[in-house]
């Protein structure tokens, strides 16, 4: 395994994405109210770092990201939740880096579904095994469909916008240019 050396330039980077996303993740399109939103592309500057920087780099951001989500509005139930909803969840932004093919137009498309999946599968357990209680009823199955539903109705939406936007022509570009740099 190849150990990533982090710089100023990378710092930096870091940096700003994570306050870019959290300022887009205070632009909510829609709230969920266990927890959970559509926002104005708030993953996107996260997953474009990971992009840039690989999975490494990413997992580190997403991670910092997380925390910062948690600090910014906290939804307690139990210490393992926190965990996996928060730190954990967003890390998996980072895997947006696992398609760092720049030259192939749906790589980074690709990478955003990958990571959005991450992040979707880390709520998924967190909803199986602390807001069971919401689900129609307490067996196994309504539990994991009630999970999927509610996780997946605003994890799609919010895969999908940022897919799209990071597809866009004008988006590529300035994803190229910025990795010349």
């Known amino acids: 395994m190849r150990k990533t050396t982090w710089n100023a330039k990378m710092l ?31 993953m996107l500057p996260v997953m474009l770092f ?10 580190v951001a997403g991670t910092a990201y997380g925390l910062l989500q948690f600090i910014q509005k906290p939804e307690i139930f139990h210490w393992a939740q926190i965990i996996l909803d ?21 790589a980074l498309p690709a990478g955003i579904v990958i990571a959005s999946l991450g992040r979707f599968l880390c709520h998924l357990v967190s909803g199986i095994a602390f807001f069971a209680e919401y689900a129609p009823a307490a067996d196994f199955v309504s539990v994991l469909l009630y999970s999927a539903g509610y996780n997946g109705g605003f994890m799609a939406v919010e895969c999908v916008l940022t897919a799209v936007v990071a597809a866009l022509p004008p988006v590529r570009a300035a994803v190229r240019r910025v990795a010349r740099l």
């Open 12 to 42: 930096a980077t870091a940096a700003a994405c994570i306050a870019l996303s959290m300022l887009l993740s205070y632009l909510k399109i829609f709230e969920m109210p266990q927890g959970g939103s559509v926002t104005a592309l708030s």
């Open 50 to 59: 990971g992009w840039l920087y690989g999975v490494g780099p990413g997992l």
């Open 86 to 106: 928060y730190p954990l969840a967003f890390a998996m932004l980072g895997l947006a880096g696992a398609f760092r093919k720049r030259d192939k137009p749906w």
